[in-house]
């Protein structure tokens, strides 16, 4: 079975840009989560869809970052206007109902300048 | 809050020189505690999850054991292929699906 697919894997755009991130999840996985690792931190949650719908969204870090999922299938992680403090590693993250094993992807790299 | 502290942060080993990995952490309700490894430039790769205090699991040269307060990675007779970083990360509380990682530790093996 396929992974869990994100793209792209590296980005690097300017303080006040506004980027995109994709995730493609497992196929039937409900479960949908966006993670991301900050230089020297520790990987850190930033929400949980459940289908289309958002289920906790406790580690957004601010208004600047929209995450949707369409239809429960695919979903993106916008952040307008980036700034420099949110450069890191993007993990995107999918598991089946039920289960809390998670496969991940293998991360999108935002660098901010 | 959760807290996972991994420790220590990096560790060298020469092929065949065994050696543990720690995992501490402080939770409420501890519903899963999960072995990760990550290769350089990939996401985690799921090895282990342990549920309750004294459960234990293999693979190959890795085994994962689960107290109240720590968890253990052994590494078995490493070889160089088991260099990566190895994260640890739990989930706790009632219907609470998020993961609360450590820093892991980074671990080099030499032929």
């Known amino acids: 079975e396929a992974g869990v697919t994100q793209f792209p894997s590296h980005s690097v755009i300017e303080k006040g840009q506004t980027v995109t991130l994709r995730c493609d999840p497992i196929?039937?996985?409900?479960?949908l989560y966006w993670y991301r690792r900050v230089m020297g931190k520790e990987i850190k949650f930033l929400l949980h869809?459940?289908?289309?719908?958002?289920?906790?969204e406790s580690g957004m870090p601010n208004n600047r970052f929209l995450a949707e999922r369409t239809g429960g299938t695919y979903s993106t992680l916008k952040v307008q206007p980036a700034e420099l403090e949110d450069s890191g590693v993007y993990f995107c993250a999918s598991s089946d109902r039920g289960s809390y094993g998670y496969t991940f992807g293998s991360g999108t790299r935002l660098t901010v300048v | 809050e959760d807290q996972v502290t991994q420790s220590p942060e990096a560790l060298r080993l020469q092929e065949g020189e065994s050696s543990s990995l720690n995992c501490s952490y402080t939770v409420s309700g501890l519903r899963g505690l999960f072995w990760y490894r990550q290769d350089p430039g990939k996401g985690p790769e799921f090895l282990f999850t342990l549920y309750s205090a004294g459960e234990e699991k293999e693979k190959e040269r890795l085994k994962a054991t689960l107290t109240k307060k720590e968890s253990f990675l052994h590494i078995t007779a490493p070889k160089p292929e088991d260099s990566a970083t190895y994260l640890c990360a739990v989930q706790a509380g009632s219907n609470d699906y998020k993961l609360s990682f450590g820093a892991g530790t980074t671990v080099t093996v030499r032929a």
């Open positions: 196929s039937g996985h409900d479960n």
């Open positions: 869809f459940v289908k289309e719908s958002k289920q906790d």
